[in-house]
């Protein structure tokens, strides 16, 4: 008799597993939680006092003006007046203060391909989009299937990021699909989910097994939901607009029969797996019908998943090249309402920088791939808030709150409570400025927004309560890589 | 009116004017390649046209060498015999030097890109480049990167205008009602392309053309290469042969790609010869006066029966000499000649 809901498990599950060891020492690198490191060797306390702000706290569902106070890292519901007089006051000027956004799909191509990005650039670039947490893919050179290549990226995310980067570890070893990563071992090493990333599980037995394995260790399978048969050599959604560029379509059913597998896995298994970039209008009813059934799946879309489709890829121009590739009309609408109604729970970019040199190629022979990072939120909020009409608080959650939830990734995150870490984000949600690449923080220039004009801007970012980016400049001193 | 075209990347961003115009200039060079037999033919039958079809002008003939002196380089880094010769022969025929570059021995096998590669050729003072590539877009993504004219002699399974204009070009000289003439459009004719779709960039070039002139275009093949998607491109898509061969007055053959079909796109070439291979009964759904055209290379007894291809109703070599007229017209063009044989309004 199938058990629709199952219980969370508890953690530790297994208590006997040597390999188990859930008091792992920090998950994310940077600054281990609650206070930051800076805070540790100081003496003076780090005092920070935000007035006149619109404040927007999902968790708490308040959208109003009012004042942020932050003491040794972390929020307080008040300064004492010995502390107003110390601290550092910020007049926000109206704009809107919100928990430092986060986002749980990102590519810091390090280690191994620096020349693309790095952990320090990259997270220049979380920062200057007013992300306070990333969650970094695990598709490096090499990958991150093995304890020792997960401490090489901590390692660098304490020495070169500016904001907290926590790494995702492989499913399987070389994310070839074959045989199952040493996920015990990885959680030890403080991944906070697993990943095969852009090398979809293919083996239905596999996935299965490493459900089971995962679920252990409650780690979240993040599943990039692509059926390679269905798409071997496609390079772009497959309908009318390939029909007429000649180009190899990468059919809708490819993405929406491993979402499938994956609902149906984790039924079975009661592994938590959370789709990535979801595409698809029918990946978006799947979920919805599982999630309405109970089953431990998530999932998340992109910002350019929800504001472009296919049609803009009339001149092969390679910025609008990305895997899974831009859809139809009808299914970014899907994607719109699964993100209004709450099925899909968060927006993440799928940074993916590439080289200038690699994406001016060829249309069929440039690599996958955008940034994302410094446009997330004005597209976002053009899309949902603007052009959808969603409430501010409500998009905010989707950056916040939510794909927080999703992985669990420290007390606190995403939101502005008393006693949670004080990640920030101010920004201005109707003020015009045009990106361009060239002179944003990403290593990396590929991305279909350069040289437009965007509504939506950040001021200033906030981790842990140091002012990390403000007004267009990284002002952390950590990290000197770059 | 003048070609303002320095480029020649798709038949679907050309307007018909524009087709009109490689059309009249192309004529102009076609009766220039046959003069001889054709022209005694034609002096003895009048080059007088009736004032139904487009008059071609008894003094059109072009300059014998307008490009000479100009050095154009045949870039293909994707096989092809037939496109590659006609452009040499074509190009040879107006007087330019010709250099070929082919996949195999271009640098592009040591890992230069196609932008290296391209803007050596360039810097070599190359005065236009021909380019096949398997990939699509790859002319259009040349024009962007390089200032002298581009021409597209297939991309991948987008487009090969000079297909798709040679091939409307031998409709229209069939519909004319005089030999030496074009007729003015194609507009209610009744054209079938059968066969491999899906990977066609020449059935791609054709619908486009065809559409802009008018005619009334049926696809039709197995479903797995001849996609409903393509519906949105203004033709009608059918897997019933008999349907669609009923009355067509050209139905243009489509090469089976086997090289491109490692995917199982139909069981076998057996059972495709049987559904919809060409056969003397399936040629006689056709209209009478049908013509049956094939871009080559032709796979003999799979998509047509070997009599067929060379039997009365075949115009497959009169496409291959409308083929060098064609790219002719083309280089003439871009590279900053006039239009010949001026359309009448």
């Known amino acids: ?482 | 009116m003048s070609w303002m075209r320095r480029h020649l990347l798709t038949l679907e961003e050309l307007s018909l004017d524009e087709i009109d115009q490689i059309h009249a200039t192309a004529a102009a060079f076609k009766r220039s390649l046959t003069q001889g037999a054709e022209r005694a033919a034609g002096s003895t039958g009048g080059e007088a046209t009736s004032s139904s079809s487009q008059p071609l002008a008894e003094p059109a003939d072009p300059a014998p060498a307008p490009l000479r002196g100009k050095r154009i380089v045949n870039l293909f880094l994707e096989p092809s015999t037939r496109t590659r010769m006609a452009f040499d022969m074509a190009a040879k025929r107006l007087g330019a030097d010709v250099i070929s570059l082919e996949g195999s021995a271009s640098s592009t096998t040591k890992g230069e890109t196609l932008r290296d590669t391209a803007e050596n050729i360039q810097a070599m003072q190359a005065d236009a480049i021909v380019i096949r590539h398997a990939a699509a877009g790859s002319p259009l993504y040349l024009s962007q990167i390089l200032h002298i004219p581009i021409i597209n002699a297939g991309d991948g399974a987008h487009e090969h205008p000079t297909q798709g204009l040679l091939d409307t070009f031998t409709m229209r000289e069939h519909f004319a009602p005089e030999a030496g003439s074009l007729c003015p459009t194609l507009k209610g004719r009744r054209v079938v392309i059968l066969g491999d779709i899906l990977f066609s960039r020449v059935a791609r070039s054709n619908i486009h053309a065809l559409r802009k002139l008018g005619a009334d275009v049926t696809i039709v093949g197995p479903a797995t290469l001849v996609p409903h998607h393509f519906s949105a491109l203004g033709v009608r898509v059918s897997h019933d042969l008999r349907h669609a061969l009923a009355d067509a007055e050209v139905v243009m053959l489509l090469r089976i790609q086997h090289e491109r079909q490692s995917l199982s796109m139909f069981p076998s070439l057996g059972e495709y010869t049987g559904l919809f291979g060409l056969n003397k009964t399936r040629a006689s759904w056709l209209h009478p006066d049908a013509i049956i055209m094939h871009p080559g290379p032709i796979n003999r007894g799979v998509e047509i029966d070997s009599d067929l291809a060379d039997g009365p109703h075949s115009v497959i070599l009169n496409q291959v000499t409308n083929g060098i007229a064609i790219r002719m017209a083309v280089l003439h063009l871009c590279l900053g000649g006039q239009v010949l044989n001026e359309p009448a309004a």
Request: with cysteine.
């Open chain 1, 1 to 482: 008799m199938p058990t629709p809901r199952r219980p969370r498990p508890k953690k530790p599950e297994l208590q006997t597993q040597v390999l188990v060891n859930t008091t792992t020492p920090s998950r994310s690198a940077l600054p281990p939680h609650p206070a930051s490191p800076a805070s540790s060797t100081s003496p003076a306390p780090s005092l920070l006092w935000i007035a006149n702000a619109r404040i927007i706290d999902p968790a708490a569902q308040r959208d109003a003006a009012g004042e942020i106070f932050v003491k040794d890292g972390c929020f307080v519901d008040s300064l004492s007046a010995a502390d107003k007089a110390a601290a550092r006051k910020i007049d926000a000027g109206g704009l809107v203060a919100c928990p430092g956004l986060i986002d749980i799909q990102v590519h810091l191509r390090e280690p191994g391909q620096l020349h693309k990005e790095t952990i320090g650039t990259g997270s220049r670039a979380a920062a200057a989009g007013g992300f306070t947490s990333v969650v970094c893919m695990a598709n490096t050179t090499p990958p991150g299937d093995n304890p020792a290549t997960i401490q090489l990226i901590h390692d660098a995310i304490k020495r070169d990021s500016v904001i907290r980067v926590y790494p995702t570890g492989c499913i399987t070893v070389g994310m070839k699909g074959e045989t199952l990563a040493p996920i015990g071992s990885l959680a030890r090493a403080g991944v906070v989910a697993i990943t095969d990333d852009g090398d979809c599980v293919q083996s239905n037995e596999i996935m299965r097994r490493a459900c089971e394995y995962a679920k252990m260790f409650d780690l979240p399978l993040l599943d990039h939901c692509q059926d390679h048969a269905l798409t071997a050599g496609a390079v772009m959604n497959e309908g009318e607009v390939s029909t007429r560029l000649g180009l190899r379509g990468w059919p809708n059913a490819a993405e929406d029969i491993i979402v499938a597998r994956n609902i149906i896995l984790s039924l079975y298994t009661g592994a938590h797996v959370h789709m990535q970039h979801l595409t698809s209008a029918y990946s978006v009813e799947l979920l919805r019908a599982a999630k309405a059934r109970g089953i431990r799946v998530t999932g998340e879309a992109t910002p350019h998943h929800i504001a472009l489709t296919d049609e803009a890829l009339g001149g092969y121009n390679t910025n609008f090249k990305m895997n899974p590739p831009l859809r139809t009309e009808a299914d970014r609408q899907a994607l719109i309402a699964g993100l209004k109604d709450g099925t899909i729970d968060a927006i993440a970019t799928d940074h993916a920088p590439h080289a200038n040199y690699e994406k001016d190629r060829e249309f069929d022979h440039a690599p996958f791939g955008i940034l994302g990072l410094e446009t997330s939120l004005p597209i976002t909020l053009s899309v949902l808030h603007r052009e959808a009409g969603m409430p501010l608080l409500e998009v905010i959650d989707l950056m916040t709150r939510r794909p927080a939830g999703v992985l669990k990734l420290h007390d606190g995150a995403g939101t502005l409570a008393a006693g949670a870490p004080a990640d920030i984000c101010l920004f201005a949600p109707d003020e015009k400025w045009r990106y361009e690449t060239a002179r944003g923080f990403s290593k990396s220039q590929n991305s279909p927004w350069d040289g437009q004009e965007l509504t939506g801007r950040v001021h200033t970012t906030i981790c842990a309560g140091k002012v990390v980016y403000d007004q267009g400049r990284i002002t952390a001193d950590a990290g000197r890589s770059e």
